[in-house]
């Protein structure tokens, strides 16, 4: 069929897919694919989109590469230099010695040669999807509950400075950043506390964030009128050795079709071993709080980020979300009341009065981020025929979903991806 679209003019072969997991990675894939004229399946083990990951994920759409817990950092940078006790990615019950190597190559990552290299690729990355993001929510004429601008707080300038590195990355891809002292901060977030010491901010004007499940229901939603098909309660069990399709569990025949997208997070290591692709997928539990906006004046009005604690508090149409932590294990399923204590103060410290902490309407969320050593993702083909993988954002999945799927949408059908992909190749592990 010939296509006309926003990517231009192309030959489109129409083909059968199936994509297998529907975060929100899957239904941007999802979104993309069945865009282009193919019958798109998901399969999602789950009830419904954006249950897992996805579910109350910090909002933040860019920039992407200040996300706390995007990229490896150096964490005993900001004790030496920035003062105070900086966040660390913690081992729970479960991470066992394989939790240990894997925290023990996050932190080697930050100080590889590959390292200003990735950083490079993946602000291009983070740019392109906050510019896809933009242009779908046009296109669907939707509310996401999205907000403009985004502060990162300098509690004194040496955190500046180490933040300089990402800072000239991000202008390099074309991201406005100001350096604002404190009162000019107190002017763009007027909610923020007066007697809370402050040196000053980062300033990006055209940060954003945005309710990241809404956005998933609704691509699920587009792309079901554009014939793509959402199966839930269905749990992929295997990838077909011999050809592209799937063995879903309750089948005995598997589910055949031209091409497989893997998007299915923490699972996609397990389906790829017995291909001999050993991908060191991490679950990197966050937390979320999520409460009602109680003053206007008083709350956030874009996104804030405490570089320090590794914290994002983030606007959500009539709510606040204050976003932290990593560990790594399962925990038994239990909550780290010391971080929750932290998130709950880092609100009420930065915007007093500006959220119902005590209403019950809040929701407490702790979840899992699928994570590779690097910070980067895995795009591009898989270790058979007919196979593709977009999996491994970890905490920044929201920030480059539509992106994400937009490149392997442009790899299915023949064309040639805007951005250069070889930074998130498979073959790098």
Do not use: K
Not at 271 to 280: D, E, F, I, Q
């Amino acid at each position: 069929m010939f296509h006309m679209g926003c990517r231009g003019f192309f030959l489109s072969v129409r083909m059968r897919i199936l994509i297998v997991g529907a975060g929100i990675v899957g239904t941007a894939t999802a979104y993309e694919l069945a865009r282009d004229g193919h019958e798109v399946s998901v399969l999602e083990q789950a009830a419904s989109a954006a249950e897992q990951a996805s579910f109350a994920s910090a909002g933040l759409l860019a920039p992407a590469l200040l996300i706390p817990w995007a990229t490896p950092t150096a964490e005993g940078a900001w004790a030496r230099r920035a003062g105070g006790r900086p966040a660390a990615m913690r081992l729970v019950p479960g991470a066992g010695l394989a939790g240990r190597g894997w925290r023990w190559r996050w932190r080697r990552a930050a100080r590889t040669a590959q390292a200003a290299a990735r950083l490079q690729a993946l602000a291009a990355l983070g740019q392109a999807s906050l510019e896809r993001t933009r242009d779908i929510t046009q296109a669907l004429d939707a509310d996401i509950e999205a907000s403009r601008g985004t502060l990162v707080l300098l509690r004194n300038p040496a955190e500046l400075q180490l933040l300089q590195p990402v800072r000239a990355v991000l202008e390099g891809a074309g991201v406005a950043l100001q350096e604002v002292d404190a009162a000019t901060a107190r002017l763009i977030e007027p909610g923020l506390a007066s007697d809370v010491p402050l040196a000053g901010a980062l300033h990006a004007p055209d940060g954003a964030s945005a309710n990241c499940r809404l956005f998933a229901q609704l691509l699920r939603q587009a792309a079901q009128e554009l014939g793509a098909r959402f199966h839930f309660h269905t749990r992929v069990q295997a990838l077909a050795r011999d050809g592209a399709g799937v063995q879903v569990a309750g089948r005995q025949e598997p589910v055949r079709a031209d091409a497989v997208v893997l998007c299915s997070g923490l699972a996609s290591a397990g389906l790829l071993r017995p291909l001999g692709l050993r991908l060191p997928l991490a679950p990197v539990h966050g937390y979320s709080i999520t409460v009602p906006v109680r003053d206007e004046m008083h709350a956030p009005q874009g996104s804030v980020i405490d570089p320090q604690h590794r914290i994002t508090i983030t606007r959500q149409g009539q709510r606040v979300r204050v976003s932290g932590g990593a560990e790594l294990g399962h925990a038994r399923g239990a909550h780290d009341e010391a971080t929750l204590r932290t998130l709950y103060l880092a609100l009420s410290g930065w915007f007093p009065g500006g959220a119902l902490a005590s209403s019950p309407q809040v929701q407490v969320w702790r979840g899992a981020r699928p994570t590779l050593p690097d910070g980067a993702p895995v795009l591009g083909a898989g270790p058979m025929p007919g196979l593709w993988l977009n999996i491994g954002h970890g905490a920044s999945g929201w920030a480059q979903a539509c992106g994400s799927a937009s490149a392997i949408a442009d790899l299915i059908g023949g064309r040639a991806p805007a951005l250069d992909l070889s930074p998130f190749a498979p073959a790098r592990f």
